[in-house]
């Protein structure tokens, strides 16, 4: 039996080949591990690919997979309605967070699909599959073992699509990189977030870490990584140390992210030796009032401390902000300039808010007097959430009541004029993303 997992063109990102695959890349590695001989396993990278030319450069399977977030949902949708046409009896099965936030829509697009960790539901889904007994939903409870399984092979992609230049900024630009994750799941519970994954944060073995990275500095010659995971530098301090000191053994340069608050100068340091040049911070708001409306459980001064031990320790800071968020002031706008100009980032990247399938907001917008229009196409997302172009105009897709819970709501209009502001800003000081 032949199946393949099928990335999309991935338009929503101005350079698709930055971030790697890595959730289909480690189910693939995991189905050729168990399965053996008994399934083809491969990948069909769309990437970059004109959507209307994307049906051209699928072969024919037995088994066509999806990892399928939101902002790619309708290039998924559309390329599994033109595989139909072609290869009828093919099986089309599917996960991630968008799946798992829309199960419902989504069951009508895919013969099977997967909520909760996929390691063991796509096994089951590809055995059902050859013996002609595939159920319409499989459900994975609890958590998992990372331990069991292996770490993702990047053989299922050409090595050119694997490590690049670019992956860091500065003076490591031209360093061979790509982007690896070392664990799952979030202990916070923000409003305004789509991750499906939050809970306990379970770590990939430190062992295994460790064989990953020098499997990519071997194969590919990888020297700096993007981590992926919700936090490069681990809240939990009897983590922190041990991820941090397997990094620093395989002597790459890395950037990843991490919370605005709880972590001290030692972990800093430690993460300036182990190889860090960047870290993105998300303090999304610039509001006390606004942080509380959304559950982000972070103050501001402690934040502008962390960003000022970042700075001192050398450390290049990414700050993530959203304007548009439930109660903000009438001067956001400029508040967030100020917020800027003090705490002196080495980037901003600055978003209006999108409220996501998964995320509270979607799910419960009286909450926050919000009106959702769930009739615009998911794709009109991508200009609210990524980056465009100064003279593309975003799509509005809510709207706030006149009185909200916190107070008189601010118009769309209010909202896009307030960014364009911020943005203007950035844009004249060289500090957009």
């Not at 059902?128 to 992609?157: T, W």
């Not at 799952?184 to 870490?209: D, H, L, S, W």
């Not at 934040?303 to 001192?312: D, T």
């Not at 196409?377 to 465009?388: K, L, N």
Request: aromatic share 10%.
């Amino acid at each position: 039996m032949k199946s393949s997992f099928i990335v999309t063109s991935s338009k929503q990102n101005y350079k698709p080949f930055r971030n790697q695959p890595l959730g289909e890349l480690y189910l693939s590695t995991i189905l050729e591990q168990h399965f053996k001989d008994q399934l083809d396993v491969s990948m069909i990278d769309l990437r970059s690919i004109n959507p209307d030319d994307a049906i051209y450069h699928v072969p024919e399977r037995d088994v066509y997979m999806y990892s399928v977030t939101t902002l790619d949902y309708l290039d998924t949708k559309r390329i599994v309605g033109e595989i139909r046409q072609i290869y009828p009896n093919a099986k089309h099965i599917a996960g991630g967070p968008h799946i798992e936030a829309l199960p419902e829509e989504s069951s009508k697009i895919f013969d099977a699909i997967s909520l909760g960790k996929g390691e063991e539901s796509i096994k089951r889904m590809i055995e059902d599959i050859s013996n002609s007994r595939l159920k319409n939903l499989y459900k994975q409870e609890g958590n998992i073992d990372f331990s069991s399984y292996p770490y993702a092979s990047r053989k299922f992609l050409p090595k050119s699509a694997i490590a690049q230049s670019g992956i860091l900024n500065g003076e490591n630009r031209d360093l061979n990189g790509t982007s690896v994750l070392f664990s799952r799941g979030c202990p916070f519970q923000c409003y305004f977030c789509a991750n499906q994954n939050k809970g306990k944060t379970i770590f990939t073995p430190f062992e295994v870490m460790a064989e990953e990275i020098a499997y990519l500095k071997r194969e590919y010659g990888v020297e700096a990584l993007a981590i992926k995971d919700d936090n490069g530098i681990p809240v939990n301090k009897k983590i922190a140390k041990p991820y941090l000191e397997t990094i620093a053994k395989a002597g790459v340069k890395w950037r990843g992210q991490s919370r605005a608050n709880g972590i001290s100068r030692d972990f800093v340091k430690l993460a300036k030796e182990s190889g860090c040049v960047e870290i993105a911070v998300g303090i999304e708001s610039v509001s006390e009032k606004v942080l509380k409306n959304i559950n982000k459980k972070i103050e501001l001064e402690p934040a502008k401390k962390y960003l000022k031990m970042l700075k001192e320790e050398g450390i290049d800071r990414r700050l993530l902000l959203i304007t548009g968020l439930p109660g903000e002031p009438k001067d956001i706008a400029d508040r967030t300039i100020e917020f800027i100009k003090e705490t002196e980032p080495s980037s901003v990247l600055f978003s209006i808010l999108c409220p996501l399938p998964g995320t509270e907001m979607y799910r419960n917008p009286k909450r926050f007097g919000m009106k959702i229009d769930y009739n615009v196409p998911f794709d009109c997302y991508i200009p609210s959430v990524g980056r465009f172009d100064e003279n593309e105009k975003p799509r509005q897709i809510f709207e706030y009541e006149e009185v909200t819970p916190f107070g008189k709501g601010m118009s769309m209009e209010e909202i896009f004029k307030n960014h364009a502001k911020v943005q203007d800003f950035l844009r004249k000081n060289n500090l957009i993303f």
